[in-house]
């Protein structure tokens, strides 16, 4: 895999983040657009390792970051592993874990907006403030990678209540390439068997970088 795909700053970012739906908790983290940009540029970067290196997985990366700092990132592998709680956002704390010890995130950035096993597992980190993600599950179900998931996280978040802050963010360029990557997918809805066109990635995604 070259290069280009390894660095987050050849993403271009010209197209700046934009909210589009936010609910807060009762202690709600100042957001930094361009922090948050950022994050989830180190996300798709991610995403786009794990569906080329390996492309067994629904290409979903996650970031952390605590007070405007970038801590670490990785990518969903439950089948890779078979660990069925390896999501992404599961192997990005524990690489957060691992390289920063004693450290705990309070902003992690996912390319798809976490399933509800993830959002419990993501309340139970003691200083997680804000989940930020860019596509919204339906994205996924649409493409028969995922099943229907008729509470978003935002429902829920209003239903039950979340102890974290949840936004969505719009950035056209990694809202495309997070797109094309699950183009890319076929998922077995039935055994979880998953493979994704590298090949395909691999002429799609070059329009998408900056030169």
Same mark, same amino acid.
């Given at each position: 895999?070259?290069?280009?795909?390894?660095?987050? #700053?050849?993403?271009?970012?010209?197209?700046?983040?934009?909210?589009?739906?936010?609910?807060?908790?009762?202690?709600?983290?100042?957001?930094?657009?361009?922090?948050?940009?950022?994050?989830?540029?180190?996300?798709?970067?991610? +995403?786009? =390792?794990?569906?080329?290196?390996?492309?067994?997985?629904?290409?979903?990366?996650?970031?952390?970051?605590? /007070?405007?700092?970038?801590? &670490?990132? #990785?990518? &969903?592998?439950? #089948?890779?592993?078979?660990? %069925?709680? =390896?999501?992404?956002?599961?192997?990005?704390?524990?690489?957060?874990?691992?390289?920063?010890?004693?450290?705990?995130?309070?902003?992690? +950035?996912?390319?798809?907006?976490?399933? %509800?096993?993830?959002? $419990?597992?993501?309340?139970?980190?003691?200083? !997680?403030? @804000?989940?930020?993600?860019? @596509?919204?599950?339906?994205?996924?179900?649409?493409?028969?990678?995922?099943?229907? %998931?008729?509470?978003?996280?935002?429902?829920?978040?209003?239903?039950?209540?979340?102890?974290?802050?949840?936004?969505?963010? $719009?950035?056209?360029?990694?809202?495309?390439?997070?797109?094309?990557?699950?183009?890319?997918?076929?998922? #077995?809805? /039935?055994?979880?068997?998953?493979?994704?066109? *590298?090949? %395909?990635? !691999?002429?799609?995604?070059?329009?998408?970088?900056? *030169?």
């Amino acid at each position: 895999m070259g290069d280009i795909y390894r660095n987050p #700053n050849n993403l271009s970012l010209e197209n700046r983040a934009q909210i589009i739906v936010a609910r807060y908790n009762d202690d709600p983290l100042p957001i930094d657009t361009t922090y948050i940009e950022a994050l989830l540029a180190k996300a798709t970067q991610a +995403a786009i =390792a794990g569906a080329i290196e390996h492309g067994v997985d629904v290409p979903v990366g996650a970031a952390t970051g605590v /007070d405007g700092e970038f801590l &670490a990132a #990785n990518y &969903a592998q439950d #089948n890779l592993l078979s660990r %069925k709680e =390896a999501h992404a956002e599961f192997m990005t704390v524990q690489r957060t874990h691992e390289l920063h010890p004693g450290v705990e995130p309070d902003t992690i +950035a996912v390319t798809l907006e976490p399933c %509800k096993s993830c959002q $419990d597992y993501l309340a139970e980190l003691p200083n !997680l403030r @804000l989940v930020a993600f860019a @596509l919204p599950l339906s994205v996924a179900s649409m493409r028969r990678i995922i099943r229907n %998931k008729e509470e978003t996280i935002f429902d829920r978040a209003g239903r039950e209540g979340l102890p974290y802050g949840v936004i969505q963010v $719009d950035m056209s360029n990694l809202t495309e390439i997070n797109q094309t990557l699950l183009d890319a997918t076929a998922r #077995n809805l /039935d055994t979880g068997e998953t493979r994704v066109d *590298s090949g %395909k990635l !691999l002429s799609e995604l070059p329009r998408l970088y900056t *030169s």
